[in-house]
């Protein structure tokens, strides 16, 4: 362990690695998104089961193979998408604090569902804040880079409280992925353009999905007579808008979206559903429902 206190080794960062809080609010008016972690659930849920509070900034992997090196003795708990972990050679499971000693590797296998796995760490990740957050935002270039190996991150110091359970339970992974939206501030430029999104067929996750919007494939959402041929003047972008444009396929934007954009917005998803976002992979399909 190093004099400044215990840290974690990347000794391989996986597809990607970033360091991930629950973002930065209150920039948007010069032009900074808030971004964090694309699941903020799953987050919460691996900062309370190692006694940190909620947005202390953990990593965020994009389907595994990342591995870690403690240097000194610190304790680590995984939540978000299922994946195979081990500590040196012994499996060891997800929602539960799991202690590290000295040199221990933790390694993260790729999930059996979804795409976001995340690992906190007792003290939460202490890299240098930018504007009041550790968050990588993709988009717009601020916050740490992406993890790359030999990176060493330190860890801040270990709270007053302990872990309070040995095991969080937690729900089934769903099978159907459902997100639940209301009306739009543009909704008027279609015609039933609320009928066309939530049809039963549902919608298929393209590959082109990131951090920062969901591109879908399939049904068309068709402009009134009225509109076709209209320019929309920038407006402010919330998380979960959900954007047509001129193509007529929507995209859902995720927590790294541009604070401003030009194509109208038929609906926008419950805060409550923005997790299912993050973890919904390319080739799944997505259904829209109204309330």
């Known amino acids: 362990m190093s004099e400044a206190g215990p840290a974690v080794e990347v000794v391989a960062p996986g597809v ?32 309370r089961l190692v006694a940190n509070p909620e947005g202390a900034a953990g990593v965020e992997l994009l389907m595994g193979g990342l591995r870690l090196r403690a240097r000194g003795a610190v ?78 991150l330190p860890v801040g110091p270990a709270p007053d409280e302990w872990p309070v359970v040995d095991v969080a339970p937690v729900r089934p992974w769903p099978d159907d992925v459902v997100l639940p939206v209301v009306v739009g501030p543009h909704a008027d430029w279609f015609d039933d353009g ?11 996750v393209t590959p082109a999905t990131n951090r920062v919007a969901l591109r879908l494939d399939g049904r068309t959402v068709a402009r009134v007579e009225s509109a076709a041929g209209r ?37 926008v998803v419950r805060a409550h559903a923005l997790g299912a976002l993050a973890q919904v992979r390319p080739g799944e399909r997505v259904r829209f429902t109204l309330g």
């Open 231 to 267: 320019e929309l003047p920038s407006h402010g972008l919330v998380p979960g808008a959900v954007q047509v444009p001129p193509n007529g396929l929507p995209l859902v934007f995720g927590v790294d979206h541009p604070v401003t954009g030009g194509y109208p917005v038929l609906a």
């Open 194 to 204: 609320l009928g066309a999104l939530c049809g039963s067929e549902g919608y298929t």
């Open 75 to 152: 304790t680590v708990a995984l939540a978000g998408a299922p994946a195979p972990a081990w500590v040196g050679r012994t499996l060891v499971g997800h929602h539960a604090p799991l202690e590290l000693d000295d040199g221990d590797e933790l390694r993260v296998g790729a999930p059996s569902r979804g795409l976001r796995t995340y690992v906190a760490v007792r003290g939460g990740v202490a890299v240098p804040a930018v504007l009041g957050s550790r968050s990588t935002d993709v988009l717009g270039g601020i916050g740490p880079a992406a993890l790359a190996a030999g990176d060493v």
């Open 16 to 47: 990607l690695a970033l360091v991930q809080d629950l973002g930065r609010p209150g920039w948007a008016h010069v032009g900074v998104g808030r971004s964090g972690a694309a699941d903020p659930a799953a987050l919460r849920l691996a900062n």
